[in-house]
């Protein structure tokens, strides 16, 4: 079994940084996709950051150049550095992370996801 546990969530002012950090654990072959989504109170759910098993890196506009993800491969961690922090980026944030439990299987895991709320 694999499961994701978000953390580094909390309340913080606009203009505040924050470092979301995903650990990831369980029987796990090897870990190849993984992303930060958000959900937004009243909103549907929205990928913020994607960074795939070949460090290619996407982000939605609205984060561009103030959110970085990372991944440190032999912690089985992925992080989610969070700068210059706006009203808007109030969400639950969640893991995504696309794990194989072996050399032919591959599945698609959730965290339950960490609050962040930046004040203005």
């Known amino acids: 079994q694999v499961k994701l546990a978000e953390s580094g969530g909390g309340p913080v002012q606009a203009g505040g940084s924050l470092r979301l950090s995903c650990v990831i654990s369980g029987d796990i072959y090897k870990i190849n996709d993984v992303s930060w989504y958000r959900r937004a109170p009243g909103k549907q759910r929205e990928l913020v950051a994607s960074?795939?098993?070949?460090?290619?890196?996407n982000y939605i506009e609205s984060v561009k150049g103030r959110f970085t993800i990372s991944r440190d491969n032999a912690k089985n961690t992925v992080f989610l550095a969070m700068n210059t922090l706006k009203p808007e980026d109030t969400a639950v944030y969640f893991c995504?992370?696309?794990?194989?439990?072996?050399?032919?299987?591959?599945?698609?895991?959730w965290g339950h996801g960490t609050q962040v709320t930046v004040s203005s």
């Open positions: 995504n992370a696309d794990a194989q439990v072996s050399q032919n299987y591959e599945y698609n895991y």
């Open positions: 960074l795939s098993s070949g460090g290619m890196v």
